[in-house]
Each structure stands twice: as structure tokens, then as C-alpha cells.
């Protein structure tokens, strides 16, 4: 059964926060655990529930929680937050990695990250989804499926009005406006990011 890593009373809001933590190449796994509840990890070092202290973090919708009204959630995410850090010292990790690292290790031990959806729609981290093979189920060779790419960001930019794959989501809306292509919009839009950012990477190199 899945655990999912909010637990304050109000749902999360838009977790525009996470923009800056984005642009770090790495995360260190101390930050990366209170992230993955929610959290910004500056605001939540040192926190305590006890009755006396009044203590108060941050979530990534930059809302203020604090002891008095947020008591139950806070109680909740530093839990969590040992509980995570447990099973992440059972294993043998690097002290800094990519933060869609961080996401595939939690979702492998059944937690929900509460921003994953958000992150993906913005273009922050590519869709989790598994890798589709071809028509026969077998792998499509890298070389291959980065012709497949190349292909799909070519007639996109000449033969689709609006078509910008800066912004996936709204690239994807607009190209199934005019076609009949069998996908949802969420795993068109990680192909188009998968290509541009080869794109990307081609141009540079």
C-alpha cells in the first residue's frame, strides 16, 4: 500500500519553491528527504514539536507552518522524515545525487512524493513513467529511439501551429489537436521534453 508523504490538513499548493532547488545539478540526501515530504529543508533543521518551542517551517507552497495551528502535520513530516532516513542509511547511496534519483528511490519503497505531478507538468524532472519497447515488447535501442525523437520534434515544429516544446504540456495539447495520436497528454508531453532536450544537447556538442 502506498504512503503518501503530506499530511498537513490543507492540501499542497502550487510548489513553486522547488524552481530553485531544480536548477541544483544535485541534491545532498539530508535536503532531498525533507523536500520529498513537501518541505524546505533550511526551515525544518532543528525543528521541535515539544509544547514550549515555537518552532515553524516552511512548506514548498511557501506557506508557514507553525506549532499552534500545524502541530499534527509537523509531528507527521519530522516521523516521516526519521523513517525515511532510516531506510535511506540501509542502503549504500552517494551523499549527492540528481534529484529524480531521490524519486525513483522513494516511490520503490511505496511513498507518493506530493509535488511529483506538478513538477512534471512544469518540465522539472522527466515523467517516471517505464520506458515503452516497440510492437514486439522488446527494448527500442537507444540509437533508434533517439531517430524516433528527432523525427517526432521535426514534423512537430514545421507542421504544428504553436508548437513549443519549451513548454511540453501545452506542446502535447496542441499536438493532439491535430492529430489522432493514441496517447494521454502527460506521457505525449515527456517524449516532446525527452526531444528537446536532445535537441538541446545536440546543438551544444
Given at each position: 500500500?502506498?504512503?503518501?508523504l503530506?499530511?498537513?490538513?490543507?492540501?499542497?499548493?502550487?510548489?513553486?519553491?522547488?524552481?530553485?532547488?531544480?536548477?541544483?545539478?544535485?541534491?545532498?540526501?539530508?535536503?532531498?528527504?525533507?523536500l520529498?515530504?513537501?518541505?524546505?529543508?533550511?526551515?525544518?533543521?532543528?525543528?521541535?514539536?515539544?509544547?514550549n518551542?515555537?518552532?515553524?517551517?516552511?512548506?514548498?507552497?511557501?506557506?508557514?507552518?507553525?506549532?499552534?495551528?500545524?502541530?499534527?502535520?509537523?509531528?507527521?513530516?519530522?516521523?516521516?522524515?526519521?523513517?525515511?532516513?532510516?531506510?535511506?542509511?540501509?542502503?549504500?547511496?552517494?551523499?549527492?545525487?540528481?534529484?529524480?534519483?531521490?524519486?525513483?528511490?522513494?516511490?520503490?519503497?511505496?511513498?507518493?512524493?506530493?509535488?511529483?505531478?506538478?513538477?512534471?507538468?512544469?518540465?522539472?524532472?522527466?515523467?517516471?513513467?517505464?520506458?515503452?519497447?516497440?510492437?514486439?515488447?522488446?527494448?527500442?535501442?537507444?540509437?533508434?529511439?533517439?531517430?524516433?525523437?528527432?523525427?517526432?520534434?521535426?514534423?512537430?515544429?514545421?507542421?504544428i501551429?504553436?508548437?513549443?516544446?519549451?513548454?511540453?504540456?501545452?506542446?502535447?495539447?496542441?499536438?493532439?489537436?491535430?492529430t489522432?495520436?493514441?496517447?494521454?497528454?502527460?506521457?505525449?508531453?515527456?517524449?516532446?521534453?525527452?526531444?528537446?532536450?536532445?535537441?538541446?544537447?545536440?546543438?551544444?556538442?
Amino acid at each position: 500500500m502506498e504512503e503518501y508523504l503530506w499530511n498537513f490538513d490543507d492540501p499542497m499548493g502550487e510548489p513553486f519553491c522547488l524552481k530553485f532547488f531544480f536548477r541544483m545539478d544535485n541534491w545532498d540526501y539530508q535536503e532531498a528527504l525533507w523536500l520529498l515530504l513537501g518541505i524546505v529543508p533550511e526551515s525544518a533543521y532543528g525543528i521541535d514539536v515539544s509544547p514550549n518551542c515555537p518552532s515553524k517551517l516552511s512548506t514548498l507552497d511557501g506557506k508557514q507552518r507553525t506549532r499552534k495551528a500545524d502541530l499534527g502535520g509537523m509531528m507527521f513530516a519530522q516521523l516521516l522524515q526519521s523513517e525515511l532516513l532510516r531506510i535511506w542509511e540501509s542502503g549504500n547511496h552517494p551523499s549527492h545525487n540528481p534529484p529524480k534519483y531521490y524519486v525513483d528511490w522513494v516511490q520503490s519503497k511505496g511513498y507518493v512524493v506530493p509535488w511529483l505531478d506538478w513538477a512534471e507538468e512544469n518540465g522539472l524532472i522527466p515523467s517516471t513513467e517505464t520506458p515503452r519497447g516497440d510492437s514486439t515488447g522488446k527494448p527500442i535501442n537507444p540509437r533508434t529511439r533517439n531517430n524516433y525523437l528527432r523525427l517526432i520534434m521535426l514534423l512537430a515544429m514545421h507542421g504544428i501551429p504553436g508548437f513549443d516544446p519549451r513548454k511540453p504540456y501545452e506542446a502535447a495539447k496542441a499536438m493532439k489537436e491535430i492529430t489522432e495520436i493514441n496517447l494521454d497528454e502527460k506521457t505525449l508531453a515527456g517524449y516532446i521534453r525527452e526531444a528537446y532536450e536532445l535537441q538541446s544537447k545536440e546543438r551544444i556538442e
